[in-house]
């Protein structure tokens, strides 16, 4: 079992930036990739960011590519999601989830763990 906890969210205005982070327990000897999806208002559950156990490979979606960044410390078990230029699109309940798997392409479905999630509201 792997147990992920995110913290980082809040309200920021139009162009600002917020960084959130996941703490992971458990089995993190495990080889895991990790992941940000998230939900807004009314609609489903989204990729946004992906990163590969090594760190050394990442993908996003579309709607954040150059302007949100996914890193990984895997000395401390965490993953972060530093987000720019934030629209009010952006506005949603951020997951930070995990995928035990060897392949260094981090993938954008398929992940086994999630945490509780933090909201993420821009203001316009």
């Known amino acids: 079992q792997v147990q992920l906890v995110e913290s980082g969210g809040g309200l920021v205005q139009t162009g600002g930036s917020l960084r959130l982070s996941c703490a992971a327990s458990g089995r993190t000897f495990s080889p895991f990739a990790m992941a940000w999806f998230r939900q807004a208002p009314g609609k489903e559950r989204e990729f946004a960011a992906a990163v590969s156990w090594s760190g050394g490979s990442t993908r996003y979606a579309d709607s954040v590519k150059g302007r949100f960044t996914i890193s990984r410390d895997n000395a401390k078990n965490t993953v972060s999601l530093q987000m720019n230029s934030l629209k009010p699109e952006d506005t949603a309940v951020y997951y930070c989830?995990?995928?035990?798997?060897?392949?260094?392409?981090?993938?954008?479905?398929?992940?086994?763990?999630w945490g509780q999630g933090t909201q993420v509201t821009i203001s316009s």
């Open positions: 989830a995990a995928r035990q798997t060897i392949v260094d392409s981090p993938p954008t479905s398929g992940y086994d763990y």
